[in-house]
């Protein structure tokens, strides 16, 4: 690889907010230390019984590793990981590269050592979704006592999250959206990079179109499955939806007969699944989405909220369908007008193409490479 080769006398260190499951963030790390095999690899936490694709290597954490729930709730320790991540040690490198939508862009590094930092976005609960984290926290039982302390803890860590936005020699954001975000609440430029899919892996999927509906998530609030169960349920689709998350039990109380779950799916039953569908639904607003591009490069279809990042790799109409509203009824609409409307599925791969991992290694090794001279 061009890059690795530049890159490879440079002392770097690679930090991720927590390692704890296998998500879009994750792999973006992954596909970074493709760039830089011989970076050291930090996080506040790490799982390795969930995360193969750092197997053999040596994750660096800090204090929290060892305390009880960390490695399960990440979520209440958002007041204590700055602390953590204002804890490490990096000094002697030349280069610190942050991947973060927490607290790993607020590491101190020193004035000779250059540090990089990719926004997946900024703290989407204390930002840009503040209020729908403040209705449903995603804590269960403990969510009216969440939302008693939340505010006074928001406010707070907002202070330490712009602080730390502001330690970065340069900010990468991964879509346009997110850029926004971080002119808005970071009052920065930054160097817009698409994170990257594995085209090669999913576009290999030989189509074999069954009748359901496809969805692949994180089981979270702010997902939005909840739509896709209820428009499948009133329109009499099937509908199958794969991953894990503290919404599950929720999203079965919701589900007619109609809605399978496929629980910690593994890579090849993913496959399997994008082989089938009709369409990959993506309601949520994401800061960019990774799954509706895996489902393109598998030549599926995507009807997706036409917000957000969804729409910067969804072409409406050309390789799935917008709905304007996060509502059942938009929704349902867009899953009736897909079924009327035809689809190439060269053209539907064609654009999951834009978004390779080779794309992105190239965009980010020549952003780093000017960087450094």
Known sequence: MEYSKKFQN????????????????????????KLFPQADLYTSVYDDS??????????????????????KKHQLFAAIRPLAFE????????????????????????????????????????????????????????????????????SKLKS??????????????????????????????????????????FSKIKRNEKDYYLVVSRFVPYKRIDLAIKACNELGKKLVIAGKGPELSSY??????????VIKPTDSQIDRLYSGAKAFIFSAEEDF???????????????????AGASETVVDGKTGVYHDKQTVES???????????QFSQEEVKNRAKHFSEERF?????????????
């Open 10 to 33: 440079l002392k770097v260190a690679v930090v991720h907010d927590w390692l704890v499951g296998l998500g879009g963030a994750e792999r973006v790390v992954d596909s970074i230390l």
């Open 331 to 341: 929704l349902s609409q867009a899953i009736t007008k897909f079924e009327l409307t």
């Open 252 to 261: 079965k109380k919701l589900a007619d007969e109609n809605t399978e779950f």
């Open 87 to 154: 804890g490490l040690d990096l000094s002697g490198y030349d280069l610190v590269i942050s991947s973060s939508s927490a607290e790993a862009k607020g590491v101190i590094t020193s004035t000779e050592t250059k540090h990089i930092s990719y926004i997946h976005t900024p703290v989407r609960y204390y930002w840009s979704a503040y209020e729908e984290y403040l209705q449903n926290p995603g804590f269960g039982l403990l969510n009216p006592f969440v939302r008693l302390v939340m505010p006074s803890m928001v």
């Open 160 to 201: 330490w999250d712009y602080a730390a936005a502001q330690r970065p020699d340069e900010l990468i954001a991964n879509s346009e959206v997110v850029a926004g975000r971080i002119s808005k609440y970071y009052n920065r430029k930054s160097k817009i990079i698409n994170p990257p899919v594995d085209y090669e892996r």
């Open 289 to 307: 989405g990774i799954t509706p591009v895996e489902a393109m490069a598998s030549g599926v279809p995507v009807i997706c909220f036409g917000k």
């Open 361 to 373: 290694l190239n965009e980010l090794g020549g952003f780093i490479s000017e960087k450094i001279k």
């Open 50 to 71: 969930n995360l193969k694709i750092f197997k053999g290597r040596k994750v660096n954490t800090t204090f929290l590793q060892d305390w009880p729930l960390a490695k």
